[in-house]
């Protein structure tokens, strides 16, 4: 599909098809995407966690929500895709690339990093395969793992403490679903974000 | 142009043709582009700063670079970019989003934000125009201000202090360019960055 159209198309989908899986073909292909991300000094300090078994898929669920509370719509809606792929960072890859002779900062010290591009990378690495599932007629949900469940996460699939969750990626095939009420917000139009030459 | 060929053309260029700017339409079209980026709650927590007059580029670059140190090859390149976009993100409206009615979070507290979203959207948003670039037949490159330049930009081109500068791109039409030396760390492949059902 043209570049400009899978941009156009993209929309957070909060539904799929019952009984209806993604290839293992297709998730790598999403993946060979995301590497194709840039990253500061190509320090590629990503991983990518792909649960696409239902057992998995439940031991997700239940690091994430609370057993006590049904969930709603939205969240039974999320439940029902067939494959999730947790997007990690690593920040001592980048410490560690920025330690070499060709950067020099042996420190390691946090200081000279004041935007955290290990995130910032594994974002566009993410972006890349929201995209690439609109291109492969797939439908998809970037959401976060709420702050209290990362170390469920963590432990539920033995994921090394270095590593964060920066999102996760649902990703099936599209099932009617309602338009996020966030939406209702309004998309801010270029004369609200941008500026010329200085900030206004 | 087919969204996986622009993935797979992509790459950082940091040299461009002299005297050949970029018209402010195309300008527009990458930054509607961007705009389409998927943001937490639809914060849509992000400004972007267009530099496309000479003189606003000079101040760009008077601020980020030390005036005693000739500038190498590599900055020289990317000082020839007749266009450059500052990406910043603003983590004050994702806080006051939150702290609506349909969220909740009326403390701010940012102990609910293991991840900062606002420059990992910010990070996408980027990655749009990225891809944007190659569909429209110009050069890019996304770089970082150096830490201790952060506060000569916002000073130079009246940032206000919540914005920070997530990334800058440099656009152009390409010259011929030499490959970054971090290429030669080689891409890390599926098998070392990708596992299934569990970490490993």
Request: net charge negative.
């Amino acid at each position: 599909m043209e570049y400009t159209d899978v941009v156009r198309r993209r929309r957070m989908v909060r539904n799929y098809e019952a009984g209806r899986a993604v290839d293992r073909a297709t998730l790598d292909g999403l993946l060979e995407l995301a590497i194709r991300a840039p990253s500061a000094g190509f320090s590629q300090g990503w991983h990518f966690l792909v649960l696409d078994e239902p057992a998995a898929i439940s031991r997700f669920w239940e690091a994430t929500t609370d057993p006590d509370e049904s969930p709603d719509s939205w969240l039974r809606g999320l439940q029902s895709a067939p494959s999730l792929i947790l997007a990690m960072s690593d920040k001592q890859a980048y410490l560690d690339r920025y330690a070499q002779d060709d950067k020099g900062w042996t420190d390691r010290d946090e200081v000279h990093w004041p935007i955290p591009y290990w995130d910032v990378d594994t974002g566009m690495a993410s972006m890349l395969i929201l995209l690439g599932a609109v291109d492969a007629g797939l439908a998809c949900c970037f959401f976060g793992v709420p702050a209290e469940g990362h170390d469920g996460v963590h432990k539920a699939f033995d994921i090394p403490d270095e590593l964060r969750i920066v999102g996760v990626i649902s990703l099936g095939y599209p099932a009617p679903d309602r338009r996020s009420p966030s939406l209702r917000r309004g998309r801010r139009q270029l004369a609200d974000v941008v500026s010329y030459q200085r900030y206004s």
